[in-house]
Nanobody, 120 residues
Framework: QVQLVESGGGLVQTGGSLRLSCAASGTIFSVNTMGWYRQAPGKERELVAESPSVGTPNYGDSVKGRFTISRDFPKKTVILQMNSLQPEDTAVYYC??????????????WGQGTQVTVSS
């Protein structure tokens, strides 16, 4: 069974930085994509950033230029570096990984969520 362990959430002032980490463990051979989504009160869950195993990452429009996603492949870990944080970034952040054991067969796994709060 695949499990995701998230860390790094917390409280930060406007303009500050946080770094989120998500590590996959369990019976998984490899991870195809890893990414982050977030959900604020009263809003739909939205893409923050997603990184494929090969190629360039995809960022949500509201975080482009401020957030950076990266991966530590040996540790099956994805990092989200968040800079210039704004109150609008306040949300629960969820780690997501996609594992495709064979062509056109993909499984998605979600973390439990970590709270990020940006004070104004």
């Amino acid at each position: 069974q695949v499990q995701l362990v998230e860390s790094g959430g917390g409280l930060v002032q406007t303009g500050g930085s946080l770094r989120l980490s998500c590590a996959a463990s369990g019976t998984i051979f490899s991870v195809n994509t890893m990414g982050w989504y977030r959900q604020a009160p009263g809003k739909e869950r939205e893409l923050v950033a997603e990184s494929p195993s090969v190629g360039t990452p995809n960022y949500g429009d509201s975080v482009k230029g401020r957030f950076t996603i990266s991966r530590d492949f040996p540790k099956k870990t994805v990092i989200l570096q968040m800079n210039s944080l704004q109150p609008e970034d306040t949300a629960v952040y969820y780690c997501k990984i996609t594992n495709c054991p064979r062509m056109r067969v993909c499984n998605n796994y979600w973390g439990q969520g970590t709270q990020v709060t940006v004070s104004s």
